[in-house]
């Protein structure tokens, strides 16, 4: 018993030492087992690809890339569609084909055509079988990005299916969104999925095959790494690169310098000094992210008047939100809510300079007292502290209320806010899909989403008709016509305050790989599917 | 000890209690937070359709006390439910990522003691080298595990090439032999450990130095160096083995800020171990994932205190058998 001290302190630390050692050895192992499709890939020499291999960002794990198990962000959702492909794809000006090579529409029916050669990654024939099997499979299991709906919301009243290449899937109400939704979803194979119950746990064989270009040939979740590699039996063109890796870094921008990933964010600050370097290229994601002011009408009824919604705006000094937060690299937000650059962007928008003798001249002797939300971080305060600066100097005593981003969003999804800050991205996206839910009074949010829900306690008949309407329009060059007007109204109206947009930028060697692209619908560039084509 | 350990199961029991409920009073909902920060990443917004079915798939449709019963049910089976973050089963995370932890944490310890012992050990009859020493680590312990991660992280780790930026192992490396294998993971750790070691020194030092002080006072040292006895031999077989119960009560009872430390500093370096998991847990409101990694903090802690006043009370026998 005399030496059991000792022994006892120097066995915990040996103890301790192994079990970590043991445990490091056994960390390294590629998880993912018995699904990744193992003998599904039998790489082309490197030459076929204009580049061996991309590497990227990791060290996060989004999940597992199948539709049941990636996480809703949006990394996880893009590459999951890398291992999985859907009927379509969209490049600089539409929809092209993807797993389907040709479709039609004819009112609520929409006929796709698959490629004959079109196969999963573990070689078996993809047909309108597991097309099928998939719409049925999702009405039961919705995935986690689903553009089909759930419940009531199911967008598919039936489907027919014409031949093993031919499908037409009948939608309950077409709209002009349609399209994009049936040729969004991606295709299960049949063959593994039929048999599983509880598609949120299955990780058995052939969790990971895929209907995409790439299969998935490494998922490290707790290092949040990835490799997808070339899938040589893909239908449609030929890839970018061999193999795709998403590596964890500590410092992106330290990891591009080193060469160890090839693509990564350029701070608004480091513009001039990247580039000027010739090799350097840059994918701008145009007023992509942007904050606006919502109002919740019903506590705070006196903002019902125009004029004192427009003495909100010109009560705010938006420029200096664009030059102080976000560096430059943004505008001022359109009243009209669509921001400058998009297709749909109607630059007759009313305009609304700051002005803080007019707004004071509006809003002082009022008596109005508000609670700004908004969230903890850095920017969203320092520009809740601009609003604040705007509005007490106009006369409007405001207090700033901040919480983590979740809290916040809860706040604002259950309406227990006076005004709230909200910031997002995705305002470079197809602005149709999100107009109807923030403007229309029978489609409009309220409850679901913070960055989608329309003014509580607002209600407008004329903005409601134009913003059903141009959901419903079919041809674009109509619905870009009454989308035009519905952005008119909405600046002239301004429910819901756009405080400015910032750009965002991707930067890359040229001179090795210079493959990225963005789609007329989504400005990220490294998670758009066609950045990983030869085009 | 049938006291103590009762009482350790009763904390058990209360801060299972709290573990399971605080992530649920937190404002916030799992599927509600889609809004982002400028260069972070959206998210997909459900339906409400979609809502609904996601939480009765998780089971948080049901009121207070029947989840608490069916989380109790699963967890007494083994079953620590289902991330809805990860979307992987919380325990098969948990071990994925505690390992890693665990290597950090125990490497960043033994490190911690034997530095800030063996510093005492030195300092205790060279008053210049503890005039120096004493304000240095007086500092050094005020400053937060994240801090120095992220200055070892710029100020060395940015400037070596050979050194790591981040992660557990080089991704997607191929080895040629087990110990390339474990000279990536240990090189790929150097960084996590000593921020982390760096904080963790001083309060050995501190503790290890006080002890050491009381026992100079002590009669029998003054009898064994008036025997002629070697210093070194009076340090290791006098004051060291005479001062090391406070040091190894301090060593486990620093298991609970250490693991606080470990995970800020696995934020940093993109370390694979509970940190990150935590942190993102916290922020999807992840509350299965919540529940479990608390849980195996708190596990950790009880059981390092439990250890620290076993091996007190052998180490006390052992002294009063002397």
Same mark, same amino acid.
């Given at each position: 018993?005399?030496?059991i001290?000792?022994?006892?302190v120097?066995?915990?630390?040996? &103890? ?10 056994g ?25 061996d ?7 996060? #794990? ?85 553009p089909?709906?759930a ?20 939608v ?32 058995g ?45 500590s ?7 080193? &060469? ?8 608004? #600050? ?16 145009a ?10 009408y ?11 919604r427009?003495a909100?705006?010109a009560?705010? =000094?938006?420029?200096?939100?664009v030059?102080?937060?976000?560096? &430059? ?29 007019a ?8 008596g ?8 903890d971080?850095?920017d ?12 007490t100097?106009?006369?409007?005593e405001?207090?700033?209320e ?6 916040? =969003?809860q706040?604002?999804?259950? &309406? ?53 309407a ?20 909405v ?45 | 000890m ?12 209360v ?16 599927? !509600? ?34 989840q608490l ?6 967890n ?25 932890s665990l ?5 960043? %310890? ?19 080298? !503890? ?6 680590l ?7 595990p994240?801090?120095?991660g992220?200055?070892l ?24 032999s ?15 450990v ?18 050491? %002080? ?32 406070p040091?190894?009560?301090? @060593? ?11 995970? @800020? ?58």
């Amino acid at each position: 018993m005399k030496h059991i001290g000792k022994k006892a302190v120097s066995l915990t630390l040996a &103890g301790a030492l192994s079990l970590g050692l043991l445990a490091g050895c056994g960390g390294t192992e590629q998880t993912g087992g018995s699904g990744i499709p193992s003998g599904s890939e039998s790489p082309a020499a490197a030459s076929e690809y204009r580049v061996d291999t991309l590497r990227l960002e990791g060290g996060t #794990d989004y999940g597992a890339p199948n539709p049941f198990l990636h996480n809703s962000r949006g990394p996880g959702t893009a590459k999951m569609r890398l291992v999985y492909g859907s009927l379509l794809e969209k490049d600089e000006e539409g929809d092209v084909p993807w797993l389907a090579e040709s479709w039609s529409m004819d009112g609520n029916d929409y006929t796709f055509t698959l490629f004959e050669n079109a196969r999963f990654q573990d070689g078996e024939p993809l047909t309108t079988a597991d097309v099928a099997f998939t719409l049925d499979y999702y009405q039961e299991h919705p995935p986690v990005t689903n553009p089909l709906g759930a419940g009531e919301g199911w967008i598919v009243d039936h489907y027919t299916v014409v031949d093993g290449q031919t499908i037409t899937i009948t939608v309950k109400e077409a709209d002009a969104d349609t399209l994009s939704n049936l040729g969004s979803f991606v295709i299960l194979p049949k063959h593994i999925w039929e048999n599983v119950d509880d598609p949120y746990t299955y990780t058995g064989d052939g969790y990971l095959t895929g209907s995409g270009a790439y299969s998935c040939t490494a998922y490290d979740g707790a290092a949040g790494s990835y490799e997808f590699t070339a899938f040589d039996g893909w239908c449609n063109g030929t890839q970018g690169a061999e193999k795709i890796q998403f590596v964890p870094v500590s410092d992106a921008l330290l990891a591009f310098e080193n &060469g160890e990933i090839h693509i990564t964010d350029l701070p608004a #600050d480091l513009m001039d000094t990247y580039l000027s370097d010739p090799t350097i290229g840059v994918v701008e994601k145009a007023n992509d992210f942007g904050y606006k002011l919502l109002i919740n009408y019903e506590a705070c009824p006196d903002f019902l008047e125009l004029p004192l919604r427009q003495a909100v705006y010109a009560a705010i =000094d938006r420029q200096s939100v664009v030059d102080s937060v976000f560096r &430059g690299a943004g505008t001022v937000g359109s009243a009209g809510y669509v921001p400058q650059g998009s297709l749909y962007y109607n630059e007759d928008v009313v305009q609304y300079d700051y002005d803080p003798e007019a707004a004071r001249a509006a809003l002082e002797g009022r008596g109005l007292s508000i609670t700004l939300l908004c969230s903890d971080g850095a920017d969203d305060l320092a520009i809740a502290e601009l609003i604040r600066n705007g509005l007490t100097a106009a006369g409007v005593e405001v207090t700033v209320e901040s919480h983590d981003s979740a809290t916040r =969003d809860q706040m604002v999804n259950d &309406g227990s806010y006076q005004f709230a800050l909200v910031g997002n991205g995705g305002w470079g996206n197809n602005p149709p899909t999100y107009m109807r839910t923030l403007f229309s009074d029978t489609a409009k949010f309220t409850g679901t989403s913070p960055i989608y829900m329309g003014a509580i306690g607002y209600s407008n008949p004329e903005m409601t008709a134009l913003a059903e309407a141009q959901a419903a329009e079919t041809d674009f060059d109509a619905r870009v016509e009454l989308f035009r007007e519905l952005e008119l109204l909405v600046s002239q109206e301004i429910p819901i305050f756009v405080i400015a947009n910032q750009s965002t930028y991707s930067m890359y060697r040229t001179d090795y790989y210079d493959g990225w692209m963005k789609t007329y619908a989504y400005q990220q560039a490294e998670q758009n599917r066609l950045s990983y084509m030869a085009r | 000890m049938r006291r103590k350990l009762l009482m350790l199961l009763g904390a058990f029991l209360v801060i299972y209690l709290i573990n399971f409920t605080i992530p649920r009073l937190m404002p916030g909902d799992p599927f !509600d937070y889609v809004s982002s920060a400028a260069g972070d990443d959206g998210s997909v917004a459900y339906s409400e359709e979609q809502k609904e079915q996601l939480r009765a798939y998780y089971g948080l449709d049901k009121p207070f006390w029947e989840q608490l019963g069916d989380t109790l049910w699963s967890n007494l089976r083994g079953d620590f439910g289902q991330s809805i973050h990860y979307r992987r089963p919380v325990g098969e995370v948990l071990l994925e990522r505690l390992p890693w932890s665990l290597w950090i944490l125990g490497a960043s %310890l033994a490190l911690s003691l034997v530095i800030g012992v063996g510093l005492a050990l030195w300092c205790v009859r060279r008053r210049w080298a !503890d005039r120096v020493l004493y304000p240095v680590l007086s500092a050094l312990a005020e400053v937060p595990p994240f801090l120095t991660g992220v200055l070892l992280l710029f100020l060395v780790a940015a400037r070596v090439a050979w050194i790591p930026l981040s992660g557990a192992y080089t991704a997607f490396a191929e080895y040629g032999s087990l110990w390339a294998r474990l000279g990536d993971i240990l090189l790929h750790s150097l960084m996590p450990v000593a921020a982390l070691t760096l904080v963790t020194v001083p309060r050995f030092f501190f503790t290890a130095r006080a002890s050491f %002080l009381s026992i100079l006072e002590k009669p029998y040292l003054t009898h064994a160096r008036a025997k002629g006895l070697r210093e070194g031999r009076i340090r290791t077989r006098y004051i060291l083995r005479n001062a090391a119960t406070p040091i190894v009560a301090r @060593l486990f009872l620093s298991v609970g800020g250490a693991v606080g430390g470990t995970i @800020l500093v696995e934020n940093v370096f993109a370390y694979p171990g509970l940190g990150t998991v935590l942190r993102e847990a916290v922020q999807y409101r992840d509350y299965p994932m919540l529940q479990g990694v608390f849980l195996l903090s708190a596990v950790l802690v009880l059981v390092s205190l439990a250890a620290a006043d076993l091996v007190n009370r052998r180490l006390d026998g052992e002294e009063d058998g002397l």
